[in-house]
């Protein structure tokens, strides 16, 4: 092959790899954006939904990675979210006839009385190893006596003597609550909702936290609203409702990344086909 002939193929390809190197590495790959999104939050941001308070309790960014989705290169970074609502709820607990339950520090035993109740009795249990330790004038346990309990109580003058238990020990406390009431019970206030024969059934009103996690480019609900999340940058998350320009931008990034795609395809056949026929004007004639 004459080598001035040469020289233009190569001059050509050279001329196609070299414009379309330049495209593809000065093209500016379209993001996503929105001109009016609902709601454009930093870290600590309240805002509100179907008449519901939330708040953006974190934006995070994790360690960079290999992936990348639309609007952004492979090893990028993650950015992810967390909204948080504040949510009121009723909650119960059941105290059955007869079992034991924890109030003020102490242990009382439920007593239901009747077959058509509207109370409910807490009886109080002594710790009556405590009180024996706590006499010194009585021995530290109790003894049977002709089918009784009796306490050992030594008086002044060194004389012992036993002592029924039920005389000895104070009686128990009692409280009585009746459908309606109020009383303390832990860290809250609760109240009598219902009273049987078999259990009461105390309700109260509790504070819960709803989280909500939020990633890049997703669709998110919240309350009753589905949104598109897109962080701006590592501090700023988006919500829109625009789902239709969402969509139109996602297409023109497919359009964009296949265009670049066979640009770099052009570029680099081009590269090769120069090398190519420079290889071809060196090569020895045979006539």
């Known amino acids: ?32 954006s929105f001109e009016n999104p609902d709601h454009e939050l930093s870290s600590g ?40 609502r504040e949510r009121t709820t009723e ?28 109370s409910f009795t807490l009886v109080e249990e002594l710790d009556r190893t405590t009180i024996l330790e706590d006499d010194p004038n009585a021995d530290n346990e109790t ?15 060194g004389e012992t003597r036993l002592v029924p238990a039920d005389e000895y020990f ?4 009692e409280r009585s ?4 009431d109020e009383f303390e019970y832990g860290d ?22 709803v989280s909500i ?12 609203t589905e949104f598109v999340a897109h962080f701006q940058d590592s501090s700023t998350l988006v919500l829109s409702t625009d789902f239709e320009s969402y969509e139109a931008q996602l297409a023109e990034i497919d359009r964009h990344e296949t265009n670049s795609d066979g640009l770099w395809r052009v570029m680099i056949v081009s590269l090769l086909s120069s090398g190519l026929f420079l290889a071809m004007a060196f090569m020895p004639s045979r006539y």
């Open 177 to 180: 609550y009746a459908v309606g």
């Open 45 to 84: 941001d309240a805002f509100e939904v179907d008449g519901d308070e939330y708040t953006v309790a974190d934006i995070s960014e994790s360690e960079a990675g290999g992936g990348g989705g639309h609007g952004g290169g492979g090893g990028e970074a993650t950015v992810t979210g967390t909204v948080e």
């Open 143 to 157: 003894y049977e006596r002709n089918g009784e309990e009796q306490v050992a109580v030594t008086d002044e003058n």
């Open 91 to 118: 909650q119960s607990e059941s105290w059955s006839n007869g079992s034991t339950v924890e109030v003020d520090g102490g242990e009382w035993t439920v007593r239901i009385e009747g077959d058509d109740p509207d």
């Open 213 to 224: 996690e939020v990633e890049q480019d997703s669709r998110v609900t919240i309350g009753d």
């Open 1 to 32: 092959m004459q080598r001035r002939a040469v020289a233009v193929y190569v001059a050509f390809f050279l001329l196609v790899g070299s414009a379309t190197g330049v495209i593809v590495t000065t093209a500016q790959t379209p993001g996503i």
């Open 170 to 173: 104070p009686a128990p406390e």
């Open 188 to 209: 809250r206030t609760v109240a009598v909702d219902a009273v049987s024969a078999d259990a009461a059934t105390l309700v109260w009103t509790a504070t819960e936290t």
